[in-house]
């Protein structure tokens, strides 16, 4: 007998971008971290952890965390769960409701790879429905797929593209299953679908404080939906998935919605002058929402110029993947980073 399950042996695991080992110095553009620190009012949490927060087991269900979602966002506090970053919440989603031929996992592509990865494990069926040129939603298709879940990115990664509300709308109504609508961008982006989750009790919005907070490395997201919705969710996530350090200083980065709204607005300054810059250079940019950019460049010669780039100590991501081997996904950096960035390209081009 092997070790694994075949549906492990059968998968690819799930490749994360690079991360740099610690002292090695690089303009790092692809895994869409905020270019500026966290609040320091997170900090300041986080150095007032207490002793016996660390002695104790946590609160399982960030009870504290959950309140400071209620008053930033409006939603009951018994409408949230959180995870050990939304990819947490992900899992827990694809453990608890995905199976097999019967109960697919559906979701548009191309997108966050990482739910092919669960479905595979788990193992689930997956459909995977091309989007057209223009990024309209092909909501007929996802709904005759008749997905246990359909995952919809909004904003998506990596087309930076977002959903209008209109056609989640349309989507959570045609389908029995739930629509998991992954906001891991919104902070960057003028519109969210969170409304959606008191309209329809098959809806949970997915957040992350890894983006818009600055917060990759603590490990927080959430899902908002209905209790009814969140009920066998609890049944499936571990007891103690946050920390006891995640949930103060998740807490206290949340509530500082000011700071995190300043940052972001940096970013998208920012993003507007490298999408100008990049097209300067012949690259085909798509309007983004979020804090990267999906570029072809004039040759498309993607690999090699995200080689080129590593090379200089600029990461930038590549994917192999059907429709993005000719694209570069670009998070966008300080001012300074971004202009470092041009100009290397423009002396690979
Ligand atoms: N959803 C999307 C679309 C993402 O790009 C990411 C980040 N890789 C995540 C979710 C997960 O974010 P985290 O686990 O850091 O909260």
Known sequence: M???????????????GEQPKSGVKVIKLNTNENPYPPSPKAM??????EPDALRRYPDPFAWQFCQA?????G????????????DDVLNVLVRACAEGQERRVVY??????LYRTLSAMQPAEVVEVPYPDNFQLPIADLVAANGAITFIASPN????????LDDLRKLAGSVSGIVAIDEAYVDFAESSALSLVREFENVIVLRTLSKGYSLAGLRLGFGVA??????????????????AIAIAVGTAAIRDRDYKNTCA??????RAQLTADLRKLGFKVLDSHTNFVLATPPQGNAEFIYLALKDRGILVRYFKETGLEDKLRISVGTDEENQALIEALGSIL
């Open 108 to 113: 548009p592509m191309p997108t966050y790879v």
């Open 2 to 16: 092997g070790y694994f399950r075949p549906a492990i042996d059968a998968m690819s695991g799930y490749v994360p």
């Open 157 to 164: 990664s990596p087309s930076g593209h977002t959903v209008p």
């Open 44 to 49: 300041a949490a986080l150095h007032h952890v």
């Open 69 to 73: 979602v209620s008053d930033e966002l």
């Open 265 to 270: 607005e940096k970013v998208k300054g920012s």
């Open 226 to 243: 209905n209790p009814q919705l969140l009920s066998g969710l609890f049944k499936v996530k571990d007891s103690y998935n946050i920390d």
């Open 75 to 86: 939603v009951p506090a018994d409408w949230v769960i959180v995870g050990n970053g939304s």
